[in-house]
């Protein structure tokens, strides 16, 4: 049996909720140093530490939101991510190492509810998610790029500068094409990236021609309805009109 738990309980920002935010922020910017920079053996000692230290707050995290959900099975439809967010980027989880970048989603999640406290129309919660959305998939295809491509023979994605380059120019569908996936594997991400990257920016483009033709129509429309109303009025001053003409024959 499910426990039915107070809607406000589960939007509600507390301090724990801060905390969450501000180790989520670091932890993402771990990774993002992991990946792209060549760590001293002691500063990677005290990443990691601190990394770990880190994966304990997001495990907490998992359980104190699902008790907010009543300990409902409907959590764990995005809860996952949460648990794969509380994966250490140590040598002993090196096989789920692409499972580290679900950081950024935890924090770009918590980051939604700050956001919901201070925006108000739909339409700046579609357009302001847009860009998260692209962040997430920029930083993960990079991360799993250089999974498959940086030990592949004639790969030209060898670095973690080559891995962001290539998804960048891929996911804002430029492609200048100096760097390119040579693996199955890698292909495959690629071709996922093309089509996001289309469906991010032609929804975009959607969005931003809507906002503004959209009022223009509605203004349109606001004038024809005045127009219909004001035609409704005379006919009924002339229907009222024959009445009485008929009433006085």
């Given at each position: 049996m499910e426990v039915e738990i107070d809607p406000e309980l589960r939007e509600r920002l507390n301090t724990w909720d801060w905390l969450v935010l501000v180790v989520a922020l670091?932890?993402?910017?771990?990774?993002?140093?992991?990946?792209?920079?060549?760590?001293?053996?002691?500063t990677l000692g005290i990443m990691i530490t601190a990394d770990r230290a880190a994966c304990g707050v997001f495990f907490a995290d998992m359980i104190i939101r699902w008790r907010r959900e009543g300990w409902s099975r409907r959590y764990w439809r995005l809860g996952w991510l949460d648990l794969l967010a509380s994966i250490p980027f140590d040598a002993a989880f090196r096989t789920f190492q692409a499972f580290r970048i679900y950081r950024v989603i935890r924090f770009l999640r918590t980051l939604y509810k700050l956001r919901e406290l201070t925006t108000g129309t739909s339409f700046n919660e579609k357009l302001l998610a847009m860009p998260g959305v692209a962040l997430v998939m920029v930083l993960f295809s990079t991360n799993l790029m250089l999974e498959f491509e940086a030990g592949a023979p004639g790969a030209t994605i060898r670095t973690g500068g080559d891995a962001l380059w290539w998804a960048l120019t891929t996911v804002t569908t430029v492609g200048y094409?100096?760097?390119?996936?040579v693996t199955g594997a890698g292909r495959a991400i690629a071709a996922v990236m093309m089509l996001v990257g289309i469906a991010l920016f032609g929804s975009m483009s959607a969005l931003i021609t809507s906002r503004l033709i959209l009022p223009r129509e509605a203004r349109d429309h606001a004038d024809e309805k005045g127009e219909i109303s004001k035609l409704r009025e005379e006919i009924r001053g002339l229907r009222e009109e024959l009445s009485r003409r008929d009433r006085r024959d």
């Open positions: 670091v932890s993402m910017i771990f990774v993002i140093l992991e990946t792209f920079l060549t760590i001293p053996p002691a094409g100096d760097t390119y996936p």
